[in-house]
């Protein structure tokens, strides 16, 4: 159920955001250009912002910041010591530092602040997302099996769950 005709829900009431839905529901990615600030800090998009959190050393936080797209702020985030086809752009190879030990355990966490962030400071996007209704919301992404569905569809969809979670909370304020 679409509020004020701005979006159309499929009919599967499922919005599958990272390819079959994109052109209508593109907003809904962490790379959607959607300026958030969090502990005084301005980022251009949640991607930028959930990346940098990664390391608190103020140059890699500044490199991620300035990555002039998303997907360059994730390459530059990359794990040092995966594979070299995702590592080469490393930020952390290239200074011979590590991420933050704990990063498994937080990164929902920082997740759930950044999307928070995103539709509580933009208030157009917080319209569309309430717009979705009950919708459940997928990233369909066949290469990412943690955030997304993966290769099997099977992945748990956690970009998906915070954004219904978020959804939920922000129908309660």
Known sequence: ??????????????ILYFARDRGQFGFLSHFHPSPIVLDGETWPTVEHFYQAQKSADPAYRAAIREAIHPGRAKSLAAQPLAPRRISRHSWFKAHDRLPRPDWHE????????????KFEQNPDLRTLLLDTGD????????IEPFWGIGPDGTGPNWAGRVLMEVRESLRQT
């Open 135 to 142: 919708a459940e919301l997928v990233e369909d992404s066949p």
């Open 106 to 117: 937080v990164k929902l966490d920082i997740m759930r602040r950044g999307d928070r962030a």
């Open 1 to 14: 159920m679409a509020g004020a005709g701005m979006i159309s829900v499929p009919t599967d009431n499922r």
